[in-house]
């Protein structure tokens, strides 16, 4: 398996009012997003926020840079793949497809999983 990109960032409160007012929303708008993509990329960093329609044949991506960002529609890559390898990526984009990526799962720093939490005694 290839690593996704670990790149992330924040959707601004114009984008998610934007897309909070696109008709026929399928999905929950995320507040945060990480680049879809395959580590090492040479392309913008581009993220999947919403579809609008039952047949997916495209959706809303948030792309970014360190000199801007902007909301796009791109259809969905990979006429040739099967349904079961379908890649979920936007048409063009840089790297391996979907299925052959994985992502890097990391706790947040503030979660503290073997936290000791004091006893009461009587």
């Known amino acids: ?8 960032d924040t959707v601004t ?4 009012a934007f897309l909070a007012g696109l008709p026929g ?19 913008d960093h581009i993220a999947f926020v919403q579809c609008l329609d039952h047949t997916e044949q495209s959706a809303w991506w948030l792309t ?13 890559c990979c ?8 890649c979920l990526l936007p ?3 840089d790297g391996r497809h979907s299925p052959q990526l994985t992502t890097v799962l990391a706790p947040p720093p503030d979660l503290h999983l073997f936290a000791v939490t004091p006893t009461r005694t009587r």
């Open 64 to 76: 970014w840079t360190r000199d801007g960002r902007s909301l796009i529609e791109l259809p969905f």
């Open 25 to 43: 929303g399928l999905y929950q708008l995320p507040r945060r997003v990480t680049c879809d993509l395959q580590e090492g990329h040479g392309q």
């Open 79 to 86: 006429d040739d793949c099967t349904p079961a390898d379908a």
């Open 1 to 8: 398996m290839y690593l996704r990109c670990r790149t992330g």
């Open 91 to 93: 048409d063009g984009h």
């Open 13 to 16: 409160d114009a984008e998610f």
